[in-house]
């Protein structure tokens, strides 16, 4: 296996405009990552989103940094104002900017869910959902680009219901980015959840969090809801509550044997959290069968 970092690592650098995602690069490079991964383009330079691409596309081939994967926000039940055949139409254009990338996956949403009041469960949608990423991956693999959705968004995260959208869609080119962290957001064992969704990943991200009982007091500051009312606050890999090791133990006894990239939400210092969770995760690596 090999490690990347998602350059959402350094959401909270890039928000405050103390680097770029041009700099995400070089940090990357020089920590020792692989790889890494892009989180949606967005140029500092006023460049369009097309000639950025290019941009860090050369950028990491200078560096010697491979790029693991090219993550983007989709909705096949509420994007562009629910009309499918446009959002269909629009996650495409961003299967082009992948290819500019020159990255070999895409990762995309189904959809965020429903608003109060509009509540619908997954075997309601799941025609649609599976159209639209059938549709998309059909576009794709004429470009050589994987696609994949991850167990992300509340709505389309227990592995049960990420496992029944694979199945719906039903074509070798799309499979599943595993974060081993985010079913905590759904109150569901990260082990038990891996080890259903292994056998389909594509792609896997390393992800930590401080867990605290719903029953308990709000923890304050930094904390968020699960979907169950628990809390969760995101830190270092290897320093909270998800079993990081044992889930590349499990991917790896289900044949896989891909990228495993960081993406670190944590409050602590951004550089070092990132350097310190890429210790930990080669070593776990290093350690597991």
């Known amino acids: 296996m090999k490690v990347s970092v998602s350059t959402y690592s350094f959401q909270r650098l890039l928000s405050a405009g103390e680097i770029t995602q041009f700099e995400c690069v070089a940090k990357a490079a020089e920590m020792g990552f692989d790889a890494i991964e892009f989180v949606d383009i967005l140029p500092h330079d006023g460049s369009s989103r097309e000639e950025y691409a290019k941009k860090l596309r050369a950028e990491c081939e200078r560096l010697g940094l491979a790029i693991s994967n090219y993550t983007v926000s989709a909705d096949f039940i509420n994007g562009c104002d629910g009309d499918l055949e446009k959002e269909i139409k629009r996650v495409k254009g961003e299967i082009d900017i992948a290819a500019i990338l020159g990255a070999p996956g895409v990762r995309h949403d189904a959809t965020w869910g429903f608003g109060n009041g509009r509540y619908q469960g997954l075997d309601k949608v799941l025609p649609r959902l599976a ?14 680009i994987r696609t994949m959705v991850e167990n992300h968004g509340l709505f389309c995260q227990d592995s049960r219901r990420v496992e029944k959208l694979v199945l719906a869609v039903d074509h070798e080119n799309f ?51 699960t979907r169950g009312g628990n809390y969760l606050r995101g830190t270092i890999v290897g320093h909270g509550a998800v079993p990081v090791r044992q889930c590349i133990s499990i991917l790896k006894a289900a044949g896989y044997d891909g990228m495993v990239a960081i993406e670190f939400e944590g409050m602590e210092d951004v550089l070092e959290g990132i350097s310190i969770g890429l210790e930990n995760l080669r070593r776990y690596i290093g350690e597991t069968e």
């Open 131 to 144: 159209e639209g990423c059938r549709r998309v991956t059909e576009y794709a693999a004429t470009l050589g």
């Open 175 to 225: 499979g599943l980015l595993c974060d081993m962290g985010n079913f905590l957001c759904v109150d569901e064992d990260p082990t038990q959840a891996i080890s259903r969704t292994a056998p389909y990943a594509f792609y896997a991200h390393a992800k930590d969090f401080l867990v605290k009982s719903g029953s308990g007091p709000n923890p304050g500051k930094g904390f968020f809801k």
